[in-house]
């Protein structure tokens, strides 16, 4: 097996991003911003057409309309306006071609740099001002060499320009008859506090933390606690349910160390990303992931969160 290979193997805490760049004109110059995104989530990069400008008539000044790319008519839109930041137009403007949650969306740029591999225990989470931003769009910031790249929420993006709301979690209406425990890692607070609502509705006692760290830290005291009862760490939590992409330890990694670990691997997990696909569910199953929903299933995450905890106690009847 090569380097490479082994550095991109599932569950091994790292992952790849493409760092982009959005220039904003402050007076008579020019400030570079600096920027990242899953290469995951990245199809290609084109080059902007010319004469691609918003419409009145948009829904969000940010959308740029569609422009035809292959077999594909695809959505465009201007980050810097959806960013609020003042960018001057510049020739040979790329466009970032992305797909997660089952849609395919260009974002409009300034310049691409290149792709680093970094690992998710360098990436730290948002400070109080990214955290408190109007967008809420940043998830974690990262250095890479003389300056800092700011890990982008493009899932927030299209969400906030979603009229139909089919891209946000709506509140569930599914209540268990019986009393549940789970552990909900999620990087979002936005999406933490959905969860924590919908989760609350359904019956379960949760506790909720930012990133893939926190959830193993909270492991390793059930394990601590039940080794020094004589326990099984189901007598203290039923399912731990994890997104995948989080700074600090990742949802693979986290899941990985679960099934790994001779005490806590009773425990079932459920994925549940935008990542998540049909071309991608071989990186759970690599893990021993119990269950993986994709983020468009939102509103059914309960319900199937239910159904794993149930068939879970079943089989250990």
Request: net charge negative; glycine share 6%.
């Amino acid at each position: 097996m090569s380097e490479q290979e082994i550095l991109l193997e599932t569950g091994t805490n790292e992952l790849e991003i493409i760092e982009f760049f959005i220039n904003e004109t402050v007076g008579d110059k020019v400030e570079t911003h600096y920027f990242g995104v899953n290469v995951a989530k990245v199809l290609e990069v084109v080059e902007a057409p010319e004469g691609l400008t918003g419409s009145e008539a948009a829904a969000h000044p940010s959308f740029l309309g569609t422009i035809p790319l292959r077999d594909l008519i695809l959505p465009v839109v201007d980050l810097s306006i959806w960013l609020s930041i003042a960018r001057g137009k510049e020739v040979n403007e790329p466009i970032i071609v992305t797909e997660f949650n089952g849609m395919i969306t260009g974002f409009l740029v300034s310049g691409v740099t290149q792709i680093h591999r970094i690992n998710w225990a360098d990436v730290e989470p948002p400070n109080r001002y990214f955290s408190s931003m109007e967008t809420n769009c940043i998830t974690g910031t990262i250095k890479i060499r003389d300056r800092f790249v700011l890990m982008l929420d493009l899932e927030q993006v299209l969400a906030d320009l979603d009229e139909s709301g089919q891209t946000r979690g709506n509140l569930s209406d599914v209540v268990s008859d019986e009393r549940y425990r789970a552990l909900i890692a999620d990087d979002s607070t936005s999406v933490r506090e959905l969860l924590r609502t919908n989760f609350s509705n359904a019956n379960f006692e949760t506790e909720l933390v930012g990133d893939g760290a926190q959830a193993w830290g909270k492991l390793e005291d059930i394990k601590a606690k039940a080794t020094a009862e004589g326990k099984s760490p189901l007598d203290y939590l039923d399912v731990v349910v994890s997104d995948v992409e989080m700074p600090k330890m990742d949802g693979y990694t986290l899941t990985r160390r679960i099934k790994e670990d001779p005490v806590l691997k009773v425990l079932p997990v459920a994925l549940f990303s935008s990542l998540i696909s049909n071309s991608v569910l071989h990186k759970g199953k690599a893990v021993m992931a119990d269950a993986q929903i994709t983020k468009p299933e939102f509103n059914s995450l309960t319900q199937k969160v239910i159904n794993l905890v149930k068939d879970w106690q079943a089989q250990a009847e």
